[in-house]
């Protein structure tokens, strides 16, 4: 069984910061890509961030120069630094892998999300 927990949402003001940590456990042999993604009341889920295991990132559009992925591959985590946060980043922010139980085949895991408001 692989598991993903997130932490590190919480309450900020507009223009703070906040940082989200994403932990794979349990069964694995390998991780590829991981991301984060993100959704709004009424919204469709997003991606916000996504690197590769040889940390090759790409960004949405909304974040870039905002928000930095990064991830720690002996400790199987993932992390979204968020800079100069503003009232329409709030949403629920969810991790998401790619991993590989058994080094066959991979599936797509995620984490049960975390609650990100930017309010004043």
């Known amino acids: 069984q692989v598991q993903l927990v997130e932490s590190g949402g919480g309450l900020v003001q507009p223009g703070g910061s906040l940082r989200l940590s994403c932990a794979a456990s349990?069964?694995?042999?390998?991780?590829?890509?991981m991301g984060w993604y993100r959704q709004a009341p009424g919204k469709q889920r997003e991606l916000v961030a996504s690197?590769?295991?040889?940390?090759?990132?790409s960004y949405a559009a909304f974040v870039k120069g905002r928000f930095t992925i990064s991830r720690d591959n002996a400790n199987n985590t993932v992390y979204l630094q968020m800079t100069s946060l503003k009232p329409e980043d709030t949403a629920v922010y969810y991790c998401?892998?790619?991993?590989?139980?058994?080094?066959?085949?991979?599936?797509?895991?995620w984490g049960q999300g975390t609650q990100v408001t930017v309010s004043s």
């Open positions: 998401n892998a790619a991993i590989s139980p058994y080094g066959s085949f991979s599936y797509t895991y």
């Open positions: 349990g069964r694995i042999f390998s991780i590829n890509a």
């Open positions: 690197i590769t295991s040889g940390s090759r990132f």
